[in-house]
């Protein structure tokens, strides 16, 4: 059975960095593209960040773009998130997701499996 763990969040103050990891088990990784969404309190999910097979393609949602870099390693199986000039309006949970796709893919329905989460909190 497939499973994605995310880790790597915590409490940070605005201008810090986080690195998140996501590592995947139960699958055949090199056949996902992966990505990274999130949800903060009393708003919708959100995607953020996807990246494809190869890793050598990628994407931003406009509200992190050149703040957060989104990498995988398919020898470890593991999808990063690293997050630097953190904002309080970053503060959410986090989760990877991974769909059965070569190349990126920024919608959430394709995404077939969910990690469970890692709380992100910025304060000002």
């Known amino acids: 059975q497939a499973q994605l763990v995310e880790s790597g969040g915590g409490l940070v103050q605005a201008g810090g960095s986080l690195r998140l990891s996501c590592a995947a088990s139960g699958l055949t990784f090199t056949n996902y593209a992966m990505g990274w969404f999130r949800q903060a309190p009393g708003k919708e999910r959100e995607f953020v960040a996807t990246?494809?097979?190869?890793?050598?393609?990628?994407y931003y949602a406009n509200s992190v773009k050149g703040r957060f870099t989104i990498s995988r390693d398919n020898a470890k199986n593991t999808v990063y998130l690293q997050m630097n000039s953190l904002k309080p309006e970053d503060t959410a949970v986090y989760y990877c997701a991974a769909a059965p796709a070569m190349s990126i893919v920024v919608n959430a329905n394709p995404y077939k499996y969910w990690g469970q989460g890692t709380q992100v909190t910025v304060s000002s």
């Open positions: 990246i494809n097979v190869r890793g050598g393609s990628t």
